[in-house]
T-cell receptor, first 115, second 118 residues
Framework: AQTVTQSQPEMSVQEAETVTLSCTYDTSESDYYLFWYKQPPSRQMILVIR??????QNATENRFSVNFQKAAKSFSLKISDSQLGDAAMYFC????????????FGGGTRLMVKP | GAVVSQHPSWVICKSGTSVKIECRSLDFQATTMFWYRQFPKQSLMLMATSNEGSKATYEQGVEKDKFLINHASLTLSTLTVTSAHPEDSSFYIC??????????????FGDGTRLSIL
């Protein structure tokens, strides 16, 4: 079964600085998708960014970018110019065919942004 | 973008009552919907996968008779917590997948339901 591991339960960043959240996963598949979701205190799940495994180019969405290392099975999220509104729980998620195309979530990282 | 509406957002009820939570895809047809449970400061735990017109597929350890799932149309799935007890108190989130089972089909989440059983 696929597993997703987020080794940082909590992270802290100064406003306007850059922070990187780590995620590793375990899979035997070659075709899959990886996602980062943000869950603010309102608890709404918001898709931040996604990466297709067959694409070597790292995905970017404005201040959010990923470092996808397929061989190392690593998928970290970089948040640049951190803003107070970035404070939230961040979940890394995997989707592959072997698990019926269902999302498998990591344990989450709580990001705090200091003003 | 695709919107998933979940209702109610918060419910408080007495122990022993049944509670129904609705999940609607507002502007798309969702063949498959998912129900998650989330405890405080923890990740989302998949409870069951709901397919329109067929029985739901429950994850190991989830009681089928306790958590009844109905997916009668392409835009509505319901989760009924039967004879709820305080240990059922949790945050429940539904999610709907646009289109078919292709890997690149996005999955959209409702805003969740906070269930508190007294």
């Amino acid at each position: 079964a696929q597993t997703v591991t987020q080794s940082q339960p909590e992270m802290s960043v100064q406003e306007a600085e850059t922070v990187t959240l780590s995620c590793t996963y375990d899979t035997s598949e070659s075709d899959y998708y990886l996602f980062w979701y943000k869950q603010p205190p309102s608890r709404q799940m918001i898709l931040v960014i996604r990466q297709e495994a067959y694409k070597q180019q790292n995905a970017t969405e404005n201040r959010f970018s990923v470092n996808f290392q397929k061989a190392a099975k690593s998928f970290s999220l970089k948040i640049s110019d951190s803003q107070l509104g970035d404070a939230a729980m961040y979940f890394c998620a995997y989707r592959g065919r072997n698990a019926g195309n269902m999302l498998t979530f990591g344990g989450g990282t709580r990001l705090m942004v200091k003003p | 973008g695709a919107v998933v509406s979940q209702h109610p957002s918060w419910v408080i009820c007495k122990s022993g009552t049944s509670v129904k939570i609705e999940c609607r895809s507002l502007d798309f047809q969702a063949t498959t919907m998912f129900w998650y449970r989330q405890f405080p400061k923890q990740s989302l735990m998949l409870m069951a996968t709901s397919n329109e017109g067929s029985k739901a597929t429950y994850e190991q350890g989830v009681e089928k008779d306790k958590f009844l799932i109905n997916h009668a149309s392409l835009t509505l799935s319901t989760l009924t917590v039967t004879s709820a007890h305080p240990e059922d108190s949790s945050f429940y989130i539904c999610s709907a997948r646009v289109g078919g089972a292709a890997l690149n089909q996005p999955q959209h989440f409702g805003d969740g339901t906070r269930l508190s059983i007294l």
